[in-house]
Each structure stands twice: as C-alpha cells, then as structure tokens.
C-alpha cells in the first residue's frame, strides 16, 4: 500500500514536471491574431463580460495589438451579411481574412452553474466548462484547442487540492473558476 501511494505521489510529479509545449506566436506580433467574441446559449451581455475578462488577460500577458472581440464581431457580421451559408471552420477563415489576422481564437462557453452557499460553505459547487480553438487561417486548420471542465470539489473529496483551496480563501464564484480556466487556457495555448 505504501508503494502504491509513492508512485502516485512520483507520478504526480512528473506530470507536473513535463512542460507542455504551447503556441509561441510572438508577442510583437501580436496584430496577427483576433479574439473572437464568445459564443454559447447564453445571454449576450453576460457572454460580453467574459469577453472583457479574457481580454483583460491577454493584456496581462503583455499581449497588446490583438484584435479583439469588437473587431471580430464587426467582421463576423460583414462576412455572413454576404454569405450567411457559411459554416464552420470555413467561415471563421473567411472571418479572419476580413480582420485581416494569421491566428484566430474562437471561444466556446458549454456549461455554467453559480455556487448556492457562501465562501465557507457550499450547497452546490460552481461549475464552469468552455472551449478555446485556435485557427491558423492562412493554412485554413484548427491547429489547437482547450478543454475547461471544472467544478469545485470540496476538501473531503479532493485532499490533493488542499493548497489550491486555501489559496483561493475558500469557495468561489463560477467567474473566479473561469478566470483561472482563461489563463490556464492561455498558457497551454502557448498565449
């Protein structure tokens, strides 16, 4: 048993070792990529507040120069208006050709659920899960993507976690779980 438990610890550490490779699009050529507005069946002005936070991160990362949202937005809005059919990966290219930019970020909220209790106890846990696909659109392909899918657990059913809890000062908000999936999202995105 107490084997079992090293190489689950050695494991752990491993992984936590490996660096995993990102994108690495040049900060000075930052012009070359767009955000795309996010997209979901959700409200639009709360979908806008996410735009604001992801936005708000690149700019932490020194990102400074990228398209945002209210770009893509306008040309989405160009190239639908003269070809509405499009679909797909074909009309985010056509999209990203408009802007005009190399890279295209395209995020994607699928879940979303507020805690019910307060920071010390919880009825039910936040719950956030999105997409981010990074596009080339001169080669036309989907040449990355991000999977968030977290739901805060509690220290009973997750002991491993127990820095991360106290780090965060408890339970928190559906927007501060989000925030740490936009910037885990980043990195692995090499952003």
């Given at each position: 048993?107490?084997?079992?438990?090293?190489l689950l610890?050695?494991?752990?550490?491993?992984?936590?070792?490996?660096?995993?490779?990102?994108l690495l699009?040049s900060?000075?050529?930052?012009?070359?990529?767009?955000?795309?507005?996010?997209?979901?069946?959700?409200?639009?002005?709360?979908?806008?507040?996410?735009?604001?936070?992801?936005?708000?991160?690149?700019?932490?990362?020194?990102?400074?120069?990228?398209?945002?949202?209210?770009?893509?937005?306008?040309?989405?809005?160009?190239?639908?208006?003269?070809?509405p059919?499009?679909?797909g990966?074909?009309?985010?290219?056509?999209?990203?050709?408009?802007?005009?930019?190399?890279?295209l970020?395209?995020?994607?909220?699928?879940?979303?659920?507020?805690?019910?209790?307060?920071?010390?106890?919880?009825?039910?846990?936040?719950?956030?899960e999105?997409?981010?696909?990074?596009?080339?659109?001169?080669?036309?392909?989907?040449?990355?993507?991000?999977?968030?899918?977290?739901?805060q657990?509690?220290?009973?059913?997750?002991?491993?976690?127990?820095?991360k809890?106290?780090?965060?000062?408890?339970?928190?908000t559906?927007?501060?779980l989000?925030?740490?999936?936009?910037?885990?999202?980043?990195?692995?995105?090499?952003?």
């Amino acid at each position: 048993m107490k084997s079992k438990i090293l190489l689950l610890f050695f494991l752990l550490f491993l992984t936590a070792c490996v660096h995993k490779e990102g994108l690495l699009i040049s900060k000075e050529k930052s012009f070359e990529l767009g955000i795309a507005p996010f997209k979901g069946d959700f409200p639009s002005k709360f979908l806008s507040s996410l735009d604001q936070i992801l936005n708000q991160e690149l700019l932490k990362r020194g990102w400074v120069g990228f398209k945002d949202f209210t770009v893509v937005r306008q040309c989405e809005e160009i190239v639908l208006s003269k070809n509405p059919s499009l679909r797909g990966l074909d009309r985010w290219c056509e999209i990203g050709r408009c802007i005009p930019v190399r890279y295209l970020l395209i995020p994607e909220l699928k879940r979303w659920r507020e805690r019910k209790g307060s920071k010390w106890g919880v009825i039910e846990p936040c719950m956030v899960e999105f997409f981010f696909y990074l596009i080339d659109v001169k080669k036309k392909e989907v040449i990355k993507v991000f999977h968030f899918n977290k739901e805060q657990k509690s220290l009973s059913e997750n002991i491993l976690e127990i820095k991360k809890f106290f780090k965060r000062k408890g339970w928190i908000t559906a927007k501060e779980l989000f925030t740490e999936g936009v910037i885990e999202g980043l990195k692995e995105l090499g952003l």
